[in-house]
């Protein structure tokens, strides 16, 4: 991704210490993380010092490969990583990746190193296949951070933008503000990167301009998607998704075959992190809240399959019904 310190990857590894942009600090100052130990890196994942499904599952594969050089033994390593956030499929697949070509004899840094260039690439795909679907004067709105930050390079729903404003066409975006932790801002600090214009919108500002008739698409990620084509993503999607369908906007989402997960029937089953309510009651560490209130919240929420005009993947798009049929496993 093009950065002011040049083009850069989320994440990525320095011998057996795995670097990471710091998310936390961004958009007002590019820091590196340096994670050493398991234990960093499952800090990093559970702060959010990298986040978005694929990016999360990259870092718990070198975590898994840190675990496993440092003597941690792959009981643990799986065990800690696995419970660092409970949603986004990808870390689950990358852990369990990493162990099972360790037990092959694989070099896990390497094996953590293909098992990144290979997100990479399905990224990419993601991008060819889904500009296709986006036309000359198009206004899209996207949900939380879905770019390269969220999965190392290329982005999942921002990676069909990108392409589409790299072949000459002009698009707008609509950048949902997404509370509590303002993933839009994230958003906003790719796109002016590329050179994409966009404006941030108040979440609940969606439905004024799609009732207007003034968004065309709606592209989102996915942390984790069921054989019948539901799907969990940041708090706020299923909102988006009904009031796309009330309005009669297509609604897509762009994810890796690593964020699937047939095992799981239907979005019911899937397990919905609850995170601390200060990130709610604060902002920046500041209190906006009175002192004595509480509050709630979930980091995520399900979509049902019947929201979903396609899924855009890197081996084509599918509708909810077709994926598990194309798809199969990763
Ligand atoms: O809590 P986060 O920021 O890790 O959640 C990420 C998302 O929900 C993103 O919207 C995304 O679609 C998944 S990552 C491409």
Known sequence: MKTKKGEMRSVWRSKETLMMIDQRRLPHSLEVFEAKTLEDVVFCIKEMVVRGAPAIGIAAAYGTAIGIATGCGAGRTSTSLKSSRPTAMDLFHAVDHIIESARSGQNSFIAADSYCEEVVDKCRSIGRHGAGLIRDGMRILTHCNAGA?????????????RVAHQ??????????????RLQGALTSWELLNEG??????????????MRAGKVDMVIVGADRITANGDFANKIGTYEKAV?????????????PSTTFDFSLASGESIEIEERDEAEVLEILGKRITPNG???LNPAFDVTPARYVTGFITEKGIFKPEDVKRFLGSP
Do not use: W
């Open 243 to 255: 009031l796309a369908k009330e309005n009669s906007i297509p609604f897509y989402v762009a994810a």
């Open 149 to 161: 930050l969220a999965s190392v390079d290329y982005g999942t729903a921002l990676a069909p933008l």
């Open 293 to 295: 209130a509480r509050a």
């Open 167 to 180: 072949d000459g066409r002009r698009i707008f975006v609509y950048v949902d503000e997404t509370r509590p």
């Open 196 to 209: 994409i214009e966009h404006r941030i919108i108040a979440d609940n500002a969606a439905g004024y301009y």
